[in-house]
């Protein structure tokens, strides 16, 4: 099994690059066929969707746009329980399809917090794509439209997912060894 170490924590191999892509191209696919002739905006949630959001979008096939909020909520491997807005969403998202990419889904917390962000603009649709969750860890009751694939309850690094901003490089996913 491939270990690695990042941020003086030892991870191994989960879920490869291949595997990835091919989660990536059957969410773009539901969306290319679900979401055509609508107005769409993509959300991406900063800092950990930055690769898979880049990946998704460049398989949309309809005009589309593309924006980006900021959450925090994860202290290195923990997360802290309270969602911190960085850099907010800006208007024009009424009467829009607002599509919502998060990277993971851990507590539900960062998710529910964006919802609640989203709807107070009106829009004329909400859907959420996440490429992982971990059902285990969540506490509130999320609707996942488009995923990935559920995880354990384990802290993973990679494809654009962090442990204190380390990580995030790495083209396969790693979860923490614990040793
Ligand atoms: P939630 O608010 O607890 O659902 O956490 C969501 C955010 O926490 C995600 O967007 C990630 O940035 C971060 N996060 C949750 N679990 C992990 C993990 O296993 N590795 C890295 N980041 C994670």
């Known amino acids: 099994m491939k270990t690695i170490k990042a941020h003086n924590k030892k991870f191994e191999l989960f879920i490869e690059a291949s595997e990835i892509s091919r989660m990536v191209d059957n969410i773009a696919e539901k969306l290319n066929h679900d979401l055509k002739g609508e107005e769409v905006i993509f959300l991406g949630i900063l800092d950990g969707t930055f690769i898979f959001a880049a990946d998704l979008i460049r398989k949309i096939e309809f005009d589309c746009q593309v924006t980006f909020v900021k959450m925090s909520s994860y202290k290195g491997t923990l997360t802290t329980g309270s969602v911190e807005t960085l850099i907010g969403i800006g208007t024009g998202l009424e009467g829009k399809t607002i599509v919502i990419i998060e990277d993971i ?12 962000l989203v709807r107070d603009q009106k829009p004329a649709k909400i859907l959420t794509v996440a490429l992982l ?34 990580g995030r490089n790495l083209a396969d996913i790693y979860k923490i060894t614990g040793a």
């Open 105 to 116: 889904v851990d507590t539900g917390l960062t998710l529910e917090r964006i919802l609640k």
């Open 133 to 166: 969750f971990k059902p285990d860890a969540c506490i509130r009751d999320i609707r996942i439209d488009y995923l990935g694939r559920e995880i354990p309850n384990e802290f993973v690094i990679g494809y654009g997912l962090d442990c204190d901003g380390f």
